[in-house]
């Protein structure tokens, strides 16, 4: 069990009740909002600790495609056992620099352990799963922590009382990361948050494995976790109080930040503009200037890939009446004759 408690990571929509106003950082490429949505336990987990008790655990978890993180485009997930808190990492070699995801900084430890066998009994109360769901191009990874209970609520009661219960998603083409909250139970925060008072939550563009330190400043979430605020900070920032159940903490890449798209366009026709991002009544859609360019099929999608209109690109400039939209992140899903696809990512105000 390490002590290390400024540093957690960890990764990642049914856009359902949108509330809450998105906070844009100043420098991390990364806007954040918040709303609410019904928690519901994955219907069909795999089990990545198999049934057995864990405390500080390290698993590595297939995404099923390609996800974009910060600079890093990776395929796998790694659970990391580097931190006392829940913690994925984009390798598992744990040397060097890399960007991670901090989604729940508390020590949290399967309730079937007990104050001498904390791990590796097959009698696990809180299993640690994940589900790949969706069409191949709108696919959704979702991981869970059910039932987890706390650390220090073993350390200090010798029994595992409360609980805690949440989710990680990580959207394919989007590259969005929610945070979905889910019921619990959490008698003694400061108990459970080990003297902090709540859970720490931040994306950081690069925390360095061998001085066990945060080098460039990260995205933090502070405040009221029903409302929280974000910060940029290389320390640690944390909430205060427990997440009430329902909550969703959504991470949307920005637009025009300089980071590589995983995309492979093959057709130059599939590769538009679009004019203004963010945009708010119009968007304009501006094809290559070519005479023999063929009618490209498009798609605009919910980031949860819905499709919401079909349409074809026949001119090389286009004006999409997006009056009706709610704000947030849409993307474009653009086809050629060949069936080659490329995407667009926009952002409505």
Excluded at 182 to 206: C, M, R
């Amino acid at each position: 069990m390490q002590n290390t408690l400024y540093i957690i990571l960890v990764f990642l929509c049914c856009l359902a009740f949108k509330v809450e106003v998105q906070a844009q950082s100043s420098t991390i490429p990364y806007t954040f909002s918040h709303y609410t949505a019904e928690y519901t336990d994955l219907t069909e987990p795999i089990s990545v600790n198999q049934g057995f008790t864990w405390d500080d655990p390290a698993f590595s978890i297939p995404i099923g495609f390609t996800f974009q993180y910060f600079d890093r485009i990776i395929d796998t997930i790694y659970i990391d056992s580097w931190f006392s808190v829940v913690a994925l990492a984009i390798d598992d070699d744990q040397e060097g620099t890399d960007p991670v995801l901090f989604a729940y900084g508390a020590d949290i430890i399967d309730r079937g352990a007990d104050s001498i066998n904390w791990e590796g009994k097959p009698n696990s109360l809180s299993p640690i799963s994940y589900q790949l769901e969706g069409e191949i191009g709108s696919r959704i990874l979702k991981i869970e922590w059910k039932n987890a209970g706390f650390f220090g609520d073993l350390n200090t009661n010798k029994e595992l009382n409360d609980y805690v219960n949440f989710q990680v998603w990580l959207y394919e083409v989007s590259n969005v990361v929610e945070l979905h909250f889910g019921p619990h139970e959490i008698s003694d925060p400061v108990l459970a948050f080990e003297n902090i008072g709540g859970p720490y939550i931040g994306l950081l563009p690069e925390f360095n494995y061998w001085y066990d330190t945060v080098t460039e400043d990260g995205l933090w979430l502070e405040g009221d976790p029903a409302a929280p605020q974000t910060t940029e900070r290389n320390t640690l920032v944390y909430l205060d109080g427990a997440i009430p159940n329902g909550m969703v903490y959504q991470f949307t890449p920005s637009i025009g930040t300089g980071v590589e798209e995983p995309i492979n366009r093959l057709d130059p026709a599939l590769q538009v503009q679009l004019y203004p991002n963010p945009a708010k009544d119009q968007l304009q859609i501006i094809m290559p200037q070519k005479e023999d360019v063929n009618p490209i099929q498009v798609e605009l999608l919910s980031i949860s890939g819905k499709i919401l209109q079909s349409f074809e690109l026949n001119n090389t400039h286009t004006i999409l009446d997006i009056r009706n939209l709610q704000g947030g992140l849409y993307l474009l899903q653009l086809t050629n004759d060949s069936g080659q696809r490329s995407y667009e990512r926009f952002i409505v105000e």
